[in-house]
């Protein structure tokens, strides 16, 4: 099979830093969101999300995907992460910060990625596995 294992590898590992970021500093992303505030809140809320999608593919990244093999893993990613792309890019506001383009960056990433993933059956560059004897 041709290995995707790299790819939701790095994935799941930008997804665990953006939720890091987003769960503990949310003030660099979302400079309004002081201390214990509603944006603040959501900010750490919206990080333990990624973290969860994050653990999500560190999970799967050994897994065989693409085609009808791991449906749910690629479908949610593949959904969240297009769905997400989307409101960034439709809330964006003119002088958004490096946070922000940090965040559209992951998420263009993985819409990519699991659309690619969603859209094509694994493919194997060796001899086919055996029978289970």
């Not at 973290?51 to 690629?74: D, K, N, T």
Request: net charge positive; aromatic share 10%; proline share 10%.
């Amino acid at each position: 099979m041709t290995s995707v294992s790299p790819w939701v590898t790095a994935y799941a590992v930008l997804l665990a830093a953006a939720g890091a970021v987003f769960l503990f500093v949310p003030d660099i992303v979302f400079p309004d969101a002081r201390a214990g505030g509603p944006a603040a809140l959501a900010a750490q809320l919206f990080g333990a999300a990624l973290l969860g999608f994050a653990a999500l593919c560190w999970a799967g990244r050994g897994a065989l995907l693409g085609g009808i093999y791991g449906r749910p893993i690629v479908v949610g990613n593949q959904a969240f992460a297009v769905v997400g792309t989307l409101v960034v890019l439709g809330g964006l506001p003119p002088e958004a910060g490096p946070g922000l383009w940090g965040l559209l960056a992951v998420l263009v990433f993985g819409a990519a990625l699991w659309s690619v993933l969603l859209f094509r059956s694994p493919r194997r560059d060796g001899p086919p596995p055996r029978p289970a004897a």
